[in-house]
């Protein structure tokens, strides 16, 4: 989770894979037999003694085949010591293997945010001007995305994510409250709050918050909180994204110690705070993306070494918070805000500092810090939120919130 570097330019454009070979047509007809030579008379006298004894030798065949019935095939007549050909059949349809299109994954950085921005007009429902600003934050940067394409290697597919959700039952959410397809209104039940009365969503996946997408990442903070201003929304601040994990949200009051120093409050904070996970009491690693594994020779991070080897946003369904929120755990980390002061409030604009929350997809094999929901992150390559140098990784993402609009 710690990692130092921060992604550099790529070294050159990446090699795509080479495509899939298709399947070679299926042979048709039968080839023919060689004639027999002609020659002498001795020739002609032998081919005849042959004609003889091959008629025998079909006549007695032809007892023995009526005999098996059935069971064997017929070859096509003999006449004269030549194989007769059966009539001409059409040859068959070339035969390819076919696999889901949205498996297939483009060999270029450019080719993979075409197709996202694709997507995400289709499935967000984005206007024009939401996507221009998007592709804008885009173009800006020479490594975000979703994982060098060079490097990366997705655990599961697009498809597989699909087949899981839909044997589930799971569906995006539609929240009235929210006003935004795949959000979900975060309240405190424990004091009576309801979804109705909530005054903030957040959404239930990592960014672009798509159903079996791959999480954006190489972001950073900076960028993360433009993306959300994009498609009208906005960074969460800490405290929302444990309210979301931990399936009640508390008062910013509650959770931020404003007189303290940022890494003495979040000292004391991690001493005092509740331990859970967004899918109940006990630490399991087995329900959520953390058993992808890290490129070899990942030195930690950068966008040349690292591949982002994640799994489909969703395609968990027990890594999933009591309020409806997935992969708070494993997939990706994720960039939030950190309020200092109570101006500082995502709510107030983007004026907090970087926090990172969650674990990753390899936490299985590299448990390297507490990943329960109210846990809070030292100063990890700290800067204000909106700096040009936030911190930017190849396991690190984000999601984004949005405040409740009142009457």
């Known amino acids: 989770m710690s990692c130092p570097e921060t992604p ?4 050159s454009t990446p090699r795509p894979p080479a495509p899939s070979d298709s399947l070679p047509a299926l042979s048709t007809g039968v080839r023919a037999a060689p004639a027999l030579a002609r020659g002498s008379g001795r020739v002609k006298a032998a081919s005849a003694v042959a004609a003889v004894a091959l008629g025998a030798a079909v006549a007695a065949w032809a007892a023995w085949a009526a005999w098996i019935g059935a069971l064997a095939p017929v070859p096509p007549p003999l006449v004269a010591g030549v194989l007769r050909e059966r009539a001409p059949r059409l040859a068959p349809e070339r035969v390819t293997l076919t696999v889901d299109d949205e498996d297939v994954e483009p060999g270029t950085l450019d080719e993979q945010r075409r197709r996202l921005f694709g997507r995400m007009r289709r499935e967000l429902s984005l206007s024009d001007e939401a996507m221009r600003q998007v592709e804008a934050v885009f173009a800006a940067s020479a490594v975000l995305g ?11 597919s697009r498809s597989e994510c699909r087949r899981v959700r839909t044997l589930s039952g799971i569906e995006p959410a539609r929240e009235p409250t929210c006003g935004a397809p795949g959000m979900v209104p975060l309240f405190d039940p424990t004091r009576g709050q309801t979804a109705e009365s909530a005054g903030v969503c957040i959404d239930q996946l990592e960014f672009p918050n798509i159903p079996c997408e791959y999480p954006v990442v190489h972001v950073r903070a900076r960028e993360a909180a433009l993306l959300c201003r994009a498609v009208g929304k906005r960074i969460c601040d800490a405290h929302e994204w ?3 994990c931990a399936g009640a949200l508390r008062e910013p009051d509650v959770e931020y110690e404003w007189e303290r120093p940022r890494n003495e409050a979040s000292w004391h904070h991690n001493l005092l705070r509740e331990r859970v996970w967004s899918y109940g009491p006990e630490k399991n690693h087995a329900l959520c993306g953390t058993e992808s594994s890290r490129t070899p020779g990942c030195p930690g991070g950068g966008w040349d070494r690292c591949g982002s080897n994640t799994y489909p ?28 002061l109570p101006g500082e ?24 810090h507490a990943d329960d ?12 939120l909106m700096s040009k140098a936030s ?8 999601r984004c919130c949005k405040d409740v609009e009142t009457p």
């Open 146 to 156: 979703q994982g060098n394409p060079a490097l990366s290697r997705h655990p599961m």
């Open 242 to 244: 444990e309210g979301a």
């Open 345 to 368: 409030l995502a709510r107030s604009g983007d004026k907090g500092f970087t926090e990172m929350k969650g674990s990753w997809f390899a936490f299985s094999s590299m448990d390297v």
């Open 391 to 398: 911190h930017a990784n190849y396991h690190l993402g984000f």
């Open 8 to 11: 550099r330019e790529p070294a």
């Open 313 to 340: 946003s969703g395609a968990f369904p027990a890594c999933r918070s009591s309020l409806g929120v997935f992969d708070m755990h494993g997939n990706v980390a994720e960039h939030m805000s950190l309020p200092i």
């Open 373 to 384: 929901c109210r846990w809070r992150a030292p100063d990890w390559h700290g800067t204000r």
